[in-house]
């Protein structure tokens, strides 16, 4: 059983930058992928960002100038910046875990992220 919490989010200014953290837990950690996802009421769930099996990091072209994955200082979390907000990025953004050994996917409870001014 894998737990994921999720913290940031929440009133981001157009123009400013977002910093959403996710930290894994529970027995049997073991191999894994993780990443971010985002969705909005008029698009399905979309790739923000995540890792790859070799360490590398994955980002779409509409996102790769402005986002970046890392891992946190904490065992088990990764973190999510996004910079120069646009009020297309509005959406609830989900943190990812995937277990490689078993083939499951843990899915965080999603974050609110709102763009206004």
């Known amino acids: 059983q894998v737990q994921l919490v999720e913290s940031g989010g929440g009133l981001v200014q157009p123009g400013g930058s977002l910093r959403l953290s996710c930290t894994a837990s529970g027995d049997g950690l073991s191999t894994n992928i993780m990443g971010w996802w985002r969705q909005s009421p008029g698009k399905g769930r979309e790739l923000v960002a995540t890792?790859?099996?070799?360490?590398?990091?994955n980002y779409p072209d509409s996102l790769k100038d402005r986002v970046t994955i890392s891992r946190g200082n904490a065992k088990n979390t990764v973190i999510l910046q996004l910079n120069s907000l646009k009020s297309a990025d509005a959406a609830v953004y989900f943190c990812?875990?995937?277990?490689?050994?078993?083939?499951?996917?843990?899915w965080g409870q999603g974050i609110q992220v709102t763009v206004s001014s």
């Open positions: 890792f790859t099996l070799t360490g590398d990091t």
């Open positions: 990812r875990y995937y277990d490689v050994r078993y083939g499951r996917t843990t």
